[in-house]
């Protein structure tokens, strides 16, 4: 089966700019996540969402980032008014929750965005 | 401040020989940790996972070992093959709470196996 997919996967943009960046989880997760990954680092959490809803969003960095899954399977991060700093990959994952244990979250390749 | 510290940025071994990844953690409330491999260009892929009701857990080749008064994991490739290079990130959570969705990481460790 197809595994979780984000396009695009190179995103170059200018700064102060407004990008969109999508997932799509493998079929049958009802959990998908966000994760951000700066060079040198691991993976930093952004968002979780849980069927439609937002469960936690704790982890985006201010409030030029938004996310939403309107049909509780893809998911679009969006970044307003783009700066330098925003620059990095960007990871979405996705899990299935049983017995109100969470999975092993599957990571789709990312998208690398570059702001100029 | 790191929660889940991979102090070693890159570990270079021999085929055929051991691998051992090291991983620390400061937060106490852990239970539940897991090892990612990432090949450039990929997203990190699940390897293996270790509750913190047990000390040990093996899945072929790979096997984690978690030391919970230290506050340690390191995970160990026997034998190391050349198709194991690729950088291996530690991450942590907090299952048997509200946020056990939520993962955190370390910074990885850069494997590199020589034929």
């Known amino acids: 089966g197809a595994g979780v997919s984000q396009t695009p996967s190179n995103k170059v943009t200018e700064k102060g700019k407004y990008v969109e960046l999508r997932c799509d989880p493998i079929?049958?997760?009802?959990?998908l996540y966000w994760y951000r990954q700066s060079l040198g680092q691991g993976p930093e959490f952004l968002i979780y969402f849980q069927g439609t809803g937002a469960a936690d969003d704790s982890g985006l960095p201010n409030d030029r980032f938004f996310a939403v899954r309107p049909e509780g399977s893809v998911s679009t991060l969006k970044i307003q008014r783009t700066e330098r700093g925003d620059s990095a990959v960007y990871l979405c994952a996705s899990s299935l929750k049983r017995g109100g244990s969470y999975n092993e979250q599957f990571f789709g390749p990312g998208t690398r965005l570059t702001v100029l | 401040d790191q929660q889940v510290k991979q102090n070693s940025p890159s570990l270079s071994v021999q085929e055929g020989r051991i691998s051992i990844l090291n991983c620390d953690y400061t937060?106490?409330?852990?239970?539940?940790f897991l090892w990612y491999k990432k090949y450039p260009a990929e997203g990190p892929t699940f390897l293996i996972s270790i509750s913190s009701i047990k000390d040990k857990n093996e899945d072929g080749r790979f096997t984690v070992f978690l030391n919970k008064s230290a506050k340690h994991l390191s995970l160990h490739i026997v034998p190391s093959q050349p198709g194991d290079s690729a950088v291996y990130f530690c991450?942590?959570?907090?299952?048997?709470?509200?946020?056990?969705?939520?993962?955190?990481f370390g910074k990885g460790t850069l494997l590199t196996v020589n034929p």
């Open positions: 079929s049958g997760h009802t959990a």
């Open positions: 937060n106490s409330m852990f239970d539940y």
């Open positions: 991450a942590a959570s907090v299952r048997s709470g509200g946020s056990n969705y939520k993962l955190t």
